[in-house]
């Protein structure tokens, strides 16, 4: 007779009987691969923060040069035309004075420009404003010339050029503004000049008539200078316009105020003598060419 059996289980195996598979360094080895990918990506990013920092100080310290180049050309100009407005009256020359600035802006001089502006050139202004700094230079070239009669006319090419610069950092910054600049000298015709007044009055006078006597001058796209009111030192208005009718008209006005005695004597038939000319009415046969 057979009886049931059924397989044995072993409840307990002591634990140093039991073998596990030994991993030398796994951890440490994935240790060390995190702490270098970490300290790779922080040493990126530190940098690409200072290459970054760097570029865009380089980016301000360009736009501030061109800030102190720009300024320096604002400048220039502005001096300029300044030093003209500061002529509230025209200059007047002598026939010996235009002779010579005539024989001047022949071969190329400035002259006329000295005469005008009441110092020497090229111009030059430095300035600075915190760490930056600029300086310009206002130069003139003769492109051409124009000779009349009585006037002549000289086209100036102005050239203001700027270099700005900053106090820590070695760059420079060049700026250029190309300007012309027409001079007229001579015998003027009134169309020149936008409102002359010609009395001589004091700064005091000066400023009550423009007070009292407001003019608004249309501007002009071409020309930048503001148009003024003028003042003339002399009295360089002819008392007569005789001498402009006869040469417009290109014929001789016969003034006999103007006639010796002896030439009125001879016109009306009388002997040619420095005594009186008799009362009378006579008859002019021939007048001599006068």
Known sequence: MKFLSFPRIRLY????????????????????????????????????????????????????????????????????????????SPIVLSDLEMEALLEDALLSGTQVLEKLLGTEIPLNKTSSWNWMNWECQTVWALDHMEIEEQSFQTKFAVTIESQGTLQYFKSIKTSTLDLEMNVFSGYLPLAKFSFLLDQDLTPEQKSDFIALNPVEFMPSEENKLRPQISFSKDNILPQTAVPQIEKALKIDLFQPQSLSVSQLRQTLGL????????????LIQNDYGL
């Open 271 to 282: 002997e040619p003598t420095d005594e009186p000319i008799p009362e009378g009415v006579y």
């Open 13 to 88: 195996t002591h634990p140093g009987r039991i073998r596990f598979k030994k991993r030398h360094g796994a951890i440490t080895l994935l240790s060390l691969f995190i702490f270098f990918v970490f300290c790779t990506l922080g040493m990126g990013m530190l940098l690409m923060s200072q290459i970054y920092l760097r570029i865009s100080a380089y980016k301000k310290n360009t736009v501030l040069l061109s800030y102190a180049s720009e300024n320096g050309i604002k400048q220039g100009y502005a001096f300029l035309l300044d030093r003209i407005s500061e002529q509230s």
